[in-house]
């Protein structure tokens, strides 16, 4: 019996699927990396019976990244990114094993379906997980083909069936587009990014933002909200003069009437016209014009336009936007979120769409009359060939989708209803006067059939005040004719929607990185989102912005990105070479960055305008250990003490508090130690700023606290202060919080992990001596007399805090407070000593499970 491996792009995806192909009667286990789920179910494949394995990836399993020494942003000039820096595929999440669960479960395979999403990056992970599983499967036979593809749209058993049945081949080209992109936005943007960050960085402590980040769509991104600040500054309010006239017929309200001449920019000009208009206080019906018009339905829904209704409508950003649809996908409820396609092909079953939304209370009466007049054709719009427009695939409610998965839900059915509905139909009324010698009119609108806003109420015609029944040669009374003194208004700041229809006009970015981008400025700070998701440039996005117009202004442009993506495009298509476009590409780009460097000055001087010199910033806080004056601190991000007289800066952890430490000095440099904790509740340690910044150990990595010094004799360091193994990450050692008391506390210096212990003891101290069953360093604790839990009245103890029975209810295994959730299990994992004796890895510790146990 052959065996089939499948793989999806995500475990809820690969779940769905098993469950539709095995009828239900799938079996599942967990992969040996824990994150992902195998599903095992016996069925036929190219006609004779098979073995299928249904299991997942967790996105792209290889990131593109330089070989390590590259990555040394002290030791690399940036220019040498563009060519002379040599990249390589790595895990993108290494604590998935993913590789290594892909090939465990190949081994023995004889076939394997990708059923990854269907759009290039899509593509590209085909052949990440082909290079991972191709040397474990079982070797063909002759020609015959052992890879295909499934290609669909949709959680549904038609779709998935169908897409069963239709097999096809990963495309080769459009993996290769998708290789290009990377490795051009990685090798541009890291240049320029490395360069900009340490070139201002170092000079400006104000800045807070600890990335001066570039990026090929990104700058552009920026450019587009930076060009409406300009002219909102640029902008002069200019005084104009309107003549308001109003008039009345028997006892029906008055009808405000406009002018046809509009305005004047003259007042003298305008009052002529308001002498000329009174002298009649009557008001003549020239016209009468009564004109049936439509309001169209609605295209199908694409990526793009959901994205600008989500952000104009719904007040949910682009990227919270892209999350929920990729949810909702994965479960079932809508067709794939990421298409440029606004049309539906003729063979599509919209009744059947339809159908499925009759069950549902918030629109069933619609549905079920849309389907008993019969459904009207959809608009045509363009298909970009990738897949349909953004469809609901079954009927949901709010319970089931949460809040913002509701909302979304609700508008993309909302929507489909609508591009299947009526035009929206009404008529329009116009009657035009004439006072004197001027000619004023007013219109009004009468409902005929509501159409699509049947289902979409906020698009309605908004009924205007009912015009009084007339015909020509009617005379109204004048009651009022004046002139009215108005300014003109300065445009806005850019909507996210107005900045991703741009986006889309000009081809920066895909319908899939679009969010990425407009993120991506926010979180850099530069630019916030105000009210009405406004999008108002910080004062370093505009002076960065305006720094690259100063110095090559297409660095900014959307024009060369946009024909870097038609480039891309024709890669994708078979059209252009992968090798001659990259190469292509990296010589202009590379051409840029020398010319930006020599110009960097230009930006320079707007920078110092708008942004304090280092010397000026912060306060004082630490003695530098070479000229034992005071350093500055320098809370904004990147928060780094800075020696104005040595001209020196020290980079610090971020995302904590930093306090001086006793005035204590490191025993290497004499700089003086200071504090750093993630919070009240969080983990602390003290550190060097120069050791942190210089490590002075060859185990030693920049960044590091005194908890991971590994000094033999520092009364700070690892060495002195580590007591034993992590007991959830490998390689994490336990130290002691000398800070703690009298909550006294332990903390992994890998993870954030933290062990409480001994609370209210007087002193806690680690001793010389280590545990002879686990080996980790025994702690003598001295308790106060009054609160001590020791036998008989004790007050002192020292033993080992896993393995002791005196200390075993004494502690309480935790998570420490980070403020960053995606910081919980810890990103690094060190090389910590722990006094040299950590424990043996391999060695059961069953008081160390026990531990675990209390782990909350």
């Given amino acids: 019996m052959k065996t089939v491996l499948m793989v999806a792009e995500k475990p809820s995806l690969a779940l769905s699927i098993a469950k539709i192909l095995s009828k239900g009667s799938c079996s599942s286990r967990k992969g040996l990396n824990g994150a992902c789920s195998v599903h095992d179910y016996q069925g036929s494949f190219q006609g004779q019976a098979a073995r299928f394995k249904m299991t997942s990836v967790c996105g792209h399993v290889l990131s593109l990244d330089f070989i390590g ?19 390589e595929k790595k895990e993108a999440n290494p604590k998935l094993n993913m590789v290594k669960f892909l090939q465990v479960e190949a081994r023995g395979c004889d076939y394997v379906v990708l059923w990854l999403d269907c759009d290039k990056e899509g593509e590209n992970i085909c052949f990440e997980v082909l290079d991972a599983i191709e040397p474990a499967m079982n070797a063909p036979r002759g020609r015959e083909q052992t890879v295909f ?109 406009d002018w046809d001449r509009g305005r004047v920019f003259d007042r003298e000009a305008g009052q002529m016209f308001v002498n000329l208009a009174k002298t009649s206080r009557e008001a003549r019906v020239e016209a009468v014009s009564k004109k049936e018009k439509a309001k169209q339905r609605p295209l199908a829904l694409n990526t793009v336009e959901m994205l600008r209704v989500a952000s104009s409508s719904l007040g949910m950003g682009p990227q919270h936007t892209m999350q929920i649809a990729e949810r909702l996908y994965t479960q079932g409820y809508i067709s794939y979120p990421r298409t440029e396609t606004n049309h539906y092909h003729e063979n599509f079953d919209l009744k059947e769409v339809l159908l499925q939304q009759t069950s549902n209370p918030m629109w069933a009466q619609e549905a079920k009359a849309l389907l008993a007049a019969g459904l009207n054709r959809p608009r045509k719009g363009s298909d970009a060939g990738d897949h349909p427009p953004i469809t609901p695939m079954r009927a949901a409610s709010e319970a089931e989708l949460g809040s913002d998965g509701w909302r979304l839900y609700e508008y993309i059915t909302r929507h489909f209803m609508a591009t299947v509905s009526e035009d929206c139909k009404y008529l329009q009324t116009t009657i035009e006067f004439s006072i004197g010698t001027e000619a004023f009119s007013c219109s009004g609108k009468t409902l005929i059939s509501p159409g699509y806003t049947a289902v979409m109420p906020w698009l309605g015609i908004p009924l205007e005040e009912a015009l009084p029944a007339c015909e020509r040669g009617d ?120 010319y930006f460097v020599d110009s960097v000055g230009s930006m320079d001087e707007l920078m110092e305008v708008s942004f304090s010199p280092l010397a000026d910033s912060g306060k004082p806080l630490s003695r530098c250990g070479k000229c034992h004056r005071f350093m500055k601190y320098i809370q904004a991000k990147p928060s780094r003490l800075h020696c104005s007289h040595c001209d020196e800066t020290y980079s610090l952890p971020q995302n904590g508090v930093i306090k001086l430490y006793k005035e204590l ?121 009054t609160r001590s839990p020791l036998p008989a009245g004790e007050t002192q103890h020292t033993g080992c805090v896993f393995c002791d029975p005196l200390f075993q209810d004494l502690v309480e295994l935790k998570h420490a407070t980070m403020r960053h959730p995606s910081l919980r299990g810890g990103a690094r994992r060190g090389r910590g000593r722990g006094r040299g004796r950590r424990g043996n890895p391999k060695k059961p510790m069953d008081k160390m499970a026990a531990l675990a146990a209390y782990f909350v």
């Fill in 665 to 785: 000095r490191c025993p290497l440099d004499d700089f003086e130690l200071v504090l750093w904790t993630s919070g009240a509740r969080g983990k602390s340690y003290p550190l060097c700023p120069y050791c942190s910044s210089n490590p002075p150990f060859r185990d030693m990595k920049k960044g590091v606290g005194c908890n991971e010094c590994t000094h033999p004799s520092c009364q700070h360091s690892l060495v002195s202060l580590g007591i034993g193994q992590c007991v959830e990450c490998e390689g994490g050692v336990l130290v002691l919080d000398p800070t703690s008391a009298p909550k006294w506390r332990m903390a992994c210096n890998s993870c954030n992990v933290s062990v409480h212990f001994f609370e209210h003891a007087h002193r806690v101290q680690v001793a010389p001596e280590s545990c002879d069953a686990c080996e980790a360093s025994l702690v003598a604790v001295d308790f106060n007399k």
């Fill in 149 to 257: 593809r499934a290609k669909f749209s949709s959680i549904t058993d038609t779709d998935i069936w169908k897409a069963m049945s239709q097999l096809g081949e990963p495309n080769r080209n459009e993996a290769l587009a998708v290789d290009a992109r990377q490795e051009l936005d990685l090798r541009i943007g890291c240049a320029f990014t490395r360069f900009q960050t340490k070139y201002f960085q170092g000079k400006y402590g104000n800045l807070d933002s600890s990335l001066i980040s570039f990026g090929p769509c990104q700058t552009p991104t920026l450019g587009f909200c930076v060009e409406r600040h300009d002219k909102i500054q640029s902008f002069k309010p200019e005084t104009y003069w309107v003549i308001q006239a109003k008039v009345f017929k028997g006892k029906d309200g008055p009808l405000t009437l």
């Fill in 475 to 594: 005379i109204f009374t004048v009651d009022e004719i004046k002139l009215v003194e108005k300014q003109t208004c300065p445009p806005d700041y850019l909507t996210e929607a107005e900045l991703i229809t741009l986006m889309e006009k000009h081809g920066i970015g895909t319908d899939a990185s679009i969010p990425v981008h407009i993120n991506n400025v926010c979180q850099r700070n530069y630019v916030t989102v105000e009210n009405g998701r406004k999008l108002k440039p910080t004062n370093l996005g505009i002076v960065l912005v305006h720094g690259y117009y100063k110095t090559d202004a297409e660095l900014v442009l959307p024009t060369i990105r946009s024909a870097v993506e038609k480039q891309l495009t024709l890669i994708a298509l078979g059209k252009a070479n992968y090798q001659q476009v990259l190469q292509h590409t990296l010589d202009i780009f590379k051409r840029k960055f020398h």
């Fill in 69 to 87: 020494k590259y990555n040394d942003w002290d030791k690399v000039d940036p220019a040498e990114l563009f060519s002379q820096a040599p990249t």
